[in-house]
């Protein structure tokens, strides 16, 4: 399995940005799907997945209300729109899968190299 982030950049307060992963050598409908994020110096957050063939999605508090994770599974590739950013979402961001649900990070299979979100006026 190969994930490659993309769509990372600069965004002010209120803004929005667009994160796309693109899975190679990848079955999409055996796999959760999920977003990632590690602001600098604090550890890795779970904010979004959805289920194995684009279903149900599911979002910590956190983000609920302001970022949205969709897949097409004919491209093999989940995106993650984010609105209404603030500078607290300022993180690298990762794609991530594993093929039984978790909230914990640590249980994901494999990840991609992630991509920076970088939220300032």
């Known amino acids: 399995v190969q994930l490659v982030e993309s769509g990372g950049g600069l965004v002010q307060p209120g803004g929005c940005l667009r994160l796309?992963?693109?899975?190679?050598?990848?079955?999409?409908?055996?796999?959760?799907m999920y977003w990632v994020r590690q602001a600098l110096g604090k550890g890795l957050e779970w904010v979004s997945a959805?289920?194995?063939?684009?279903?149900?999605?599911y979002y910590p508090d956190s983000v609920k209300g302001r970022f949205t994770i969709s897949g097409d599974s004919a491209v093999n590739t989940v995106t993650l729109q984010m609105d209404s950013l603030k500078p607290d979402d300022t993180a690298v961001y990762y794609c991530?899968?594993?093929?039984?649900?978790?909230?914990?990070?640590?249980?994901?299979?494999?990840w991609g190299q992630g991509t920076q979100v970088t939220v300032s006026s």
């Open positions: 796309s992963c693109a899975a190679s050598k990848f079955t999409f409908s055996n796999y959760w």
């Open positions: 991530a899968v594993s093929r039984v649900f978790s909230v914990t990070v640590t249980d994901y299979d494999y």
């Open positions: 959805i289920e194995p063939g684009g279903g149900s999605t």
